[in-house]
């Protein structure tokens, strides 16, 4: 029978939390991490990601992942690791589904293409974008820019990756004004958050590959963890059809790698028995992570979806249209702010410059697919209205 684990010592708790940079009461009914992962929710960058690239572009096909459900079932893997841990759930839920509010359409392509555009004024990192997007983009609140989440959520979505030693661009600037200890390894909530990201996305991945045909079941059979759990599906019932075996073997695929990752986490965990949160962060390696072996087979699951998904040349090719739309879109309204509508238009300023590049670059970034596609089209084709 499941037994629900206590909260551990090392879990974050309301009661040491550093609070928020403006100061708000605190809520009776809810702790400081379940009114920023209801914030999250309530944003408008986290409905817009209902419309943004997992892989495929939206109107591809509507059973394909999104960056909506992407973040919808990162954040049921990592609570679930978090709770068989005794690790605060509602820190972790946050943080996954944070992740990717500050990514651009059109996925890593469109990433790479506003990145690319933007070189000349420090880049585009989605990760930074996370950030103005909670603190500085959305405006809900009468009192402030952003949505005023608590320090350890703020910290767990910079640095939930791992430590930031050269922080450049605006998490340095928001650094300088609200410290985050970038320095230091990021809370285990946090690296629950960034490990289940490759946990969701590799079987979903896995899932839509298949559902596309981009590669057959049988294509799987020497992978491993991915193989094993293929053959045990085929052995659990002789005549199982097609899309139930691939729901199987994913589902067992899942079950293997987060079995292994709260064995191992709890493992190190024991073993550095660490007194606080902080403790945690002072720590020279990561906590939570997998196995060796459960490395290794990351790995290879990693290598098989680059080769025969994300370099597929059905993927390349919207891939290549999507990159060439993205930059399309920030070149023509760097070189002419005045195409903006009004509410952008004024903080943009003049046209080819650093304070233009960075807002045209907000302005993009924020855009679903769909949008991208339209307001592409109202710039570039003369037979559409403006």
Do not use: C
Request: neutral net charge; hydrophobic residues 40%; aromatic residues 8%.
């Amino acid at each position: 029978m499941y037994v629900r684990p206590p909260p551990a010592r090392y879990a974050v708790s309301a009661a040491t939390a550093r609070g928020r940079l403006y100061h708000e009461p605190e809520a009776e009914t809810r702790s400081p991490w379940q009114r920023d992962r209801d914030r999250i929710i309530h944003s408008s960058a986290f409905r817009k990601l209902q419309y943004k690239t997992q892989v495929f572009v939206n109107h591809e096909g509507d059973f394909y992942r999104t960056r909506l459900t992407h973040s919808i079932e990162v954040a049921q893997v990592a609570r679930s690791i978090a709770r068989a841990l005794g690790l605060d759930e509602d820190l972790t839920e946050a943080l996954a589904l944070a992740h990717d509010l500050g990514h651009p359409p059109f996925g890593h392509a469109g990433e790479e293409a506003l990145n690319t555009a933007m070189k000349p004024f420090g880049g585009f990192d989605h990760n930074a974008q996370s950030l103005r997007m909670v603190t500085l983009l959305e405006s809900r609140y009468a009192g402030w820019d952003g949505l005023n989440l608590t320090w350890e959520t703020l910290e767990g979505l910079v640095k939930h990756n791992g430590p930031l030693r050269h922080p450049a661009g605006y998490i340095a600037d928001y650094n300088d004004r609200y410290r985050l200890d970038l320095h230091t390894q990021p809370s285990a909530e946090a690296q629950i958050a960034a490990i289940a990201d490759d946990v969701a996305y590799h079987s979903h991945d896995l899932d839509d590959g298949l559902r596309a045909r981009l590669f057959a079941v049988d294509d799987l059979k020497h992978l491993p963890v991915v193989g094993e759990s293929l053959a045990a599906a085929r052995m659990s019932s002789l005549d199982v059809p097609p899309p139930r075996l691939r729901h199987e073997t994913l589902r067992r695929v899942i079950n293997a790698m987060v079995t292994d990752l709260i064995t191992e986490s709890g493992q190190r965990l024991a073993k550095l028995d660490p007194e606080s949160p902080d403790a945690i962060r002072r720590h020279k390696q990561r906590v939570i992570s997998f196995s060796a072996r459960m490395a290794d087979a990351n790995q290879a699951i990693k290598d098989f979806l680059f080769a025969r998904m994300y370099r597929h040349w059905r993927v390349n090719r919207m891939s290549a249209k999507a990159k060439r739309l993205t930059e399309d879109l920030f070149r023509l309204l760097h070189a002419d702010p005045t195409l903006l509508p009004e509410d952008w238009r004024a903080r943009a300023g003049e046209g080819g410059v650093q304070r233009s590049a960075i807002i045209v670059g907000d302005y993009v970034a924020g855009m679903t697919d769909r949008y991208a596609m339209d307001e592409h089209r109202r710039l570039t084709d003369i037979g559409v209205n403006g």
